[in-house]
């Protein structure tokens, strides 16, 4: 599995602070309707499509991955950080969680008839985006899903912005060029969600959900995301 300075940064950051991460974001999606929503239309997505094994890439503790079991889906976790893939497998005993990288990942060409991305691109440098934008589409069977969710840019006219996060360094993407760099990849947009921030939120930024679809006549790698 290649490395890179980047992902060393977050997962040794995540390895940290798993146990209060975990905690703090246990019961996050109980207060986020629009999140419910998102993951819903992901999984009816799925399922109208045929079903099959669903990755959620960048899983952190595992509690959307058991959500999305709930929702009838066959869903599995991957995280670079140990630590958290420790605490899913503990708190979901149940469920697959492995630990992995999105830009080489094990799974086979086709094999998923989804991928989840929430907020696990935010640690992404701009310039290695596509890189992982072109594994999300090998691993996708055709007609597969991706829903990504990400906080946008403010700015259309910045493709990208640096934010301080609290845990690694982090970026905020313009809906439209995030939208445009899924295009190139093979991925189609679907449906967007868009939720604006409410007065108790930490961060005052927009979340935004882009349900995705890799063409139902296209199979095997795109190429430059393979192992």
Not at 18 to 36: E, G, H, I, K, N
Not at 150 to 178: G, K
Not at 186 to 214: M, Y
């Amino acid at each position: 599995m290649v490395e890179d300075d980047a992902l060393q940064v977050t997962r040794e950051a995540y390895d940290a602070v798993a146990s209060t991460y975990a905690q703090l974001f246990r019961d996050s999606l109980r207060d986020s309707p629009v999140d419910r929503a998102a993951l819903g239309l992901f999984a009816e997505a799925v399922r109208t499509s045929g079903g099959g094994p669903v990755g959620d890439l960048g899983c952190g503790p595992g509690h959307v991955t058991a959500y999305l079991a709930e929702l009838g889906l066959a869903a599995f976790g991957v995280d670079a950080s140990g630590a958290m893939v420790e605490l899913a497998r503990e708190a979901h005993p149940s469920l697959r969680f492995d630990v992995g990288s999105m830009t080489a990942s094990d799974i086979a060409d086709g094999e998923l008839a989804g991928v989840l991305a929430r907020w696990s691109v935010i640690h992404t440098p701009p310039e290695q985006l596509p890189l992982v934008l072109a594994e999300f589409h090998r691993v996708l069977a055709a007609g597969g899903h991706l829903l990504i969710g990400f906080w946008a840019s403010e700015d259309a006219s910045h493709r990208t912005q640096v934010f301080d996060h609290a845990v690694a360094p982090a970026y905020r993407w313009c809906p439209d060029h995030l939208a445009a760099l899924l295009r190139t990849a093979g991925l189609a947009e679907v449906a967007r969600l868009t939720r604006e921030p409410r007065p108790t939120d930490r961060r005052q930024f927009r979340e935004t959900h882009l349900l995705v679809r890799k063409g139902a006549e296209q199979s095997g790698s795109r190429g430059g995301g393979g192992r």
